[in-house]
């Protein structure tokens, strides 16, 4: 077993099937295949060390991001100066994740098995990365939208330049569906609660939107057409209210200009605009998903899908550098029915192990999972990294929710000896439990699940929860790596 110091930083890790996952960018190899690369490498100041690149220099970031397109994907792919230019493994796992939902059976697949998989990447930027990985690396479809000129003109461009891609990826202009209808408050006034001190004055700073001059383009409906059918749509979306709040991490130089980087409201308004835009396309999509950038705005955005009526929420934590972002996806198909489910003994303590780990996978991303996992269902977590435990509370009204979709099924046995009545039963408790996660041998961890109030009445939803915390876990750290 690790040592508590070892374990505590780790840092989650990069998406198994990510290949780079085992074996980053060699740069020297790089720079000696391609001269046009081998200025912006120098040798590691360490005895040993691998040679690298000065990442607050976005010619370097730019080339390397080249080279590695072009060497390990065989795709030609170039961007003007100062336009985002996104990091190659990073940009992989999100791609990873959608493969993982698409092939997972959560929800059903479309009628037509054979159908070819078809993506929409909602602001795809002048680097197109999204389409040019999806297609080169698993010959899915996509559309990708944009609004800006330079967006627009250099992802054709990007897909011009490789005609083997040519036919999978389509670039759709998202003005030419503007809602003018629609007007959106100025800057930082659409959400409920208080400003922080920093952003009152970030803020006040910033030019104010005209009520009248700012018209609203949609994110799906309309660009979307009435026959089109996806598999998925995912999205980088502008995360930031105001350039001052993008301001430029030191670290790096990935470029990025304000109308890639700033939206009105930043992330928490596109996301919920393509949450609204979700509601009306339910029919024309299997997954919808976003990246998120603030773990706080994760959680708004999880409560909103379920104010729509989503069927199911899945959340994941992508690695990048040393910033956290997470995947949030949501579907209106109803979930399978699992019979695992139907099958969970109702009790007041549940374990299980996941066994055959790979060696990335240890207790911290299993505990990662774990809370990722309560959080899509509307949970609050407190996780401790220190004893390798997660605190769960669910409130009555996110019970509810779970009972009136997915574990309707489940919660029933216990709420039948209650009451005729199932779904507008309001309980006189939350639900709280603790998950513990142990790593008993290199490759074997155990997860134990204690409810914290035994006498709860709602046993059955906390035993049904749990199996499906196992279900989702065997299937994203153990069948999918046996299967791939
Ligand atoms: C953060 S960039 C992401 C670029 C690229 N997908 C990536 O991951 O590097 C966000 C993109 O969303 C675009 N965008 C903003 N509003 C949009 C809208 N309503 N519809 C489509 N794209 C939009 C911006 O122009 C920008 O290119």
């Known amino acids: 077993m690790q040592s508590k110091k070892r374990r505590r930083i780790d840092p989650p890790t990069i998406h198994p099937r990510n290949r780079y996952s085992e074996k980053p960018p060699d740069f020297g190899l790089l720079a000696y295949l391609y001269p046009s690369f081998s200025p912006y490498v120098f040798p590691s100041s360490r005895p040993g ?13 730019r080339e390397l991001t080249r080279v590695l397109l072009l060497h390990d994907h065989g795709v030609n792919w170039w961007i003007p100066d100062g336009q985002l230019c996104p990091t190659v493994p990073n940009r992989l796992n999100y791609i990873h994740w959608i493969e993982d939902l698409l092939s997972s059976d959560l929800i059903p697949a479309w009628d037509c098995s054979d159908r070819k998989v078809r993506g929409f990447d909602i602001g795809t930027g002048a680097n197109c990365i999204y389409p040019l990985l999806g297609a080169s690396l698993l010959g899915w479809s996509f559309v990708g939208s944009d609004v800006t000129d330079a967006a627009l003109e250099w992802a054709r461009k ?3 330049s490789n005609p083997h891609l040519v036919e999978l990826i389509e670039i759709r202009n998202a003005n030419d569906f503007l809602c003018s209808a ?14 922080s001190t920093e952003e009152k004055e970030a803020d006040s700073l910033e030019p104010k939107l005209e009520m009248s001059s700012f018209s609203e383009p949609h994110v799906l409906v309309g660009v979307v057409k009435d026959d089109e059918k996806f598999d998925f749509c995912m999205c980088n979306p502008p995360f930031f ?7 430029l991490n030191p670290k790096t130089s990935c470029g990025g200009t304000p109308k890639e980087m700033v939206y009105p409201g930043g992330e928490q308004a596109f996301v919920t605009q393509i949450i609204n835009d979700s509601v009306v396309l339910r029919n024309s999509f299997r997954w919808f998903s976003s990246m998120v950038g603030r773990k706080g705005n994760l959680k708004v955005l999880v409560s909103k899908l379920r104010d729509v009526g989503v069927s199911i929420v899945k959340t994941t934590e992508f690695v990048q550098g040393q910033t956290a972002r997470w995947g949030l996806a949501w579907s209106f198909i109803a979930v399978k029915k699992s019979s695992i489910a139907l099958n969970t003994p109702i009790k007041s303590h549940h374990s299980f192990t996941l066994e055959g780990l790979q060696r990335q996978f240890g207790a911290f991303q299993i505990l990662k999972a774990v809370e990722s996992f309560f959080l899509a ?6 996780c401790d990294f220190l004893s390798f435990l997660v605190n769960v509370t669910l409130s009555n009204d996110q019970i509810d929710d779970l009972l009136k979709d997915g574990l309707a099924n489940i919660g029933g046995r216990a709420i039948s000896s209650m009451s005729n009545t199932s779904t507008d039963l309001k309980f006189p408790k939350e639900l709280l439990f603790r998950v513990s996660v142990f790593e008993q041998s290199p490759g074997t961890v155990l997860v134990r699940g204690s409810l914290l109030h035994k006498d709860n009445p709602l046993l059955g939803v906390f035993s049904s929860l749990f199996s499906r915390l196992e279900e989702a876990l065997k299937n994203d750290f153990v069948n999918k790596l046996r299967g791939s």
């Open 49 to 61: 060390g691998r040679p690298s690149i000065d990442w607050t220099n976005f010619n370097a970031t």
């Open 241 to 247: 209210e105001s350039m001052k709040e993008a301001g």
């Open 182 to 195: 629609e007007v959106k408050p100025k800057s930082g006034k659409i959400f409920e609660g208080e400003l």
């Open 377 to 382: 269902n509307g949970a609050l977590c407190k």
């Open 158 to 160: 990007n897909v011009e």
